[in-house]
């Protein structure tokens, strides 16, 4: 495997189910990413992990849970969702060496979200 | 005012001409600039970055940078139809520089459709 992956590439789920998303990289980056891309809307920052840690929570409802338990892996927990929550969601990566770091992101192919 | 602006089109250019995608952004301190390419139904793919004022080739494709602008554009020699798809710019902002992660910025896209 190369790049970022991301499983799985589309789900179907009901407002009471629990679910995840899983994404890898495989480029020893060492920042991951989760963004939300709705139909007509900039792509959104959700969540940022830096060495593991989590750096960066956007105001997301606690609905979306993340963890990432090493820096290669990024899961993104979903429970009672609504579905206005229907999206693509991606996941991407950088390499995230700090002051000057040009920072280019590489995205996975996305898991696109229906919430019945 | 958004923090990247992109008139979201969409532009149609015929084949062969020169498609020129413009952005600009609100964050004089910004540091790195970005331009991904998204075919409907997939993710955003990394065609350039820049980050000194002037232009920057690579193929058919050329970035082009003024800072004391705030703006940024995209232009793409001898469309082809295979260029059809929503460009998006995206903006390493200045409070990002100090950290160790790369935090970007997108504009919400300009559809692009090359007509044979």
């Known amino acids: 495997e190369t790049g970022v992956t991301q499983t799985p590439r589309h789900l179907v789920m009901g407002m009471t189910n629990k679910k995840s998303l899983k994404c890898e990289q495989h480029?020893?980056?060492?920042?991951m990413y989760w963004y939300k891309q709705s139909a007509k809307k900039p792509l959104e920052l959700m969540f940022v992990?830096?060495?593991?840690?989590?750096?960066e929570n956007n105001s997301v409802p606690s609905r979306f849970s993340p963890e990432c338990p090493n820096s290669s892996h990024l899961f993104l927990h979903l429970h009672t969702l609504q579905p206005e929550d229907s999206a693509l969601y991606l996941c991407?990566?950088?390499?995230?060496?700090?002051?000057?770091?040009?920072?280019?992101?590489?995205f996975g192919p996305g898991t696109r979200l229906t919430v019945l | 005012q958004k923090e990247v602006e992109q008139n979201s089109g969409p532009l149609s250019v015929p084949e062969g001409a020169i498609a020129s995608l413009n952005c600009t952004y609100s964050?004089?301190?910004?540091?790195?600039f970005f331009w991904y390419r998204q075919y409907s139904g997939k993710s955003p793919e990394l065609i350039m970055f820049?980050?000194?004022?002037g232009d920057k080739e690579d193929g058919r494709f050329t970035a082009q940078l003024n800072k004391a602008s705030q703006y940024v554009s995209l232009l793409i020699r001898d469309s082809q139809p295979s260029d059809s798809a929503t460009y998006l710019c995206?903006?390493?902002?200045?409070?990002?520089?100090?950290?160790?992660?790369?935090?970007?910025?997108f504009g919400q896209g300009t559809i692009l459709t090359v007509h044979p």
């Open positions: 991407a990566s950088s390499q995230g060496v700090g002051r000057g770091s040009y920072n280019e992101q590489f």
């Open positions: 964050d004089r301190g910004s540091q790195s």
């Open positions: 820049i980050y000194s004022n």
């Open positions: 995206a903006v390493n902002p200045s409070n990002a520089g100090g950290t160790s992660y790369g935090k970007l910025t």
């Open positions: 480029l020893g980056h060492n920042a």
């Open positions: 992990y830096s060495l593991e840690e989590r750096v």
